[in-house]
């Protein structure tokens, strides 16, 4: 189906209007936090409209000015980000929808050479969406923070099973990440 059949649909048609709102929603859910994965600013700021605000770890005002501060544009002590997103739970109401995303986040932090740590935090997004101009975007994202665990870094798993690093496709920031080749068709990803 492409855009052009999307965007024929109102929120007069619902169900159907529903369910690709849904869809949609969700897609921008997944790519907010791949771009945060992989520290990819104008995808962060693609997920939402203008003028959206955030409300996220001790930052509450404009999306931008929290992006501009955020671990996708500061090279601090995070070393490693990934999101899990679950499937989120969708209200649709015409030209406006809620949603509740459960997040596990994992964190490499290195605060110096003897103090690295691996983190995990479980927490909620509390999205508020609207459709302007054909697409689906945030106007508000609320972080609620529900549990949070912080270890002493140990050794990779490659290393630990006596994996050669060198001979692995391994994520990294930006657009030098494997998956972005890979999505605009490239065959070798292996970055």
Request: aromatic residues 10%; contains cysteine; proline residues 6%.
């Amino acid at each position: 189906m492409t855009s052009a059949t999307i965007n024929r649909y109102t929120p007069d048609d619902e169900p159907l209007w529903s369910l690709l709102a849904k869809q949609e929603i969700g897609d921008v859910i997944r790519r907010r936090a791949r771009a945060a994965d992989r520290r990819d600013l104008d995808l962060a700021l693609s997920c939402y409209h203008p003028g959206a605000t955030e409300d996220h770890a001790g930052f509450v005002g404009p999306v931008e000015e929290y992006l501009q501060q955020s671990p996708l544009t500061q090279d601090g002590p995070r070393k490693a980000m990934w999101h899990a997103v679950f499937p989120p739970l969708i209200e649709v109401d015409g030209v406006t929808a809620a949603a509740e995303t459960y997040v596990l986040a994992a964190e490499g932090v290195e605060l110096d050479a003897d103090r690295r740590f691996d983190m995990r935090v479980g927490g909620r997004y509390l999205d508020r969406f609207e459709h302007r101009n054909g697409r689906w975007a945030i106007v508000h994202r609320l972080l609620l923070w529900d549990w949070s665990r912080s270890e002493a870094t140990t050794a990779p798993y490659w290393e630990t099973m006596g994996f050669d690093p060198t001979h692995l496709p391994m994520g990294q920031n930006g657009p030098d990440d494997g998956s972005y080749e890979f999505f605009a068709g490239g065959a070798d990803v292996r970055g």
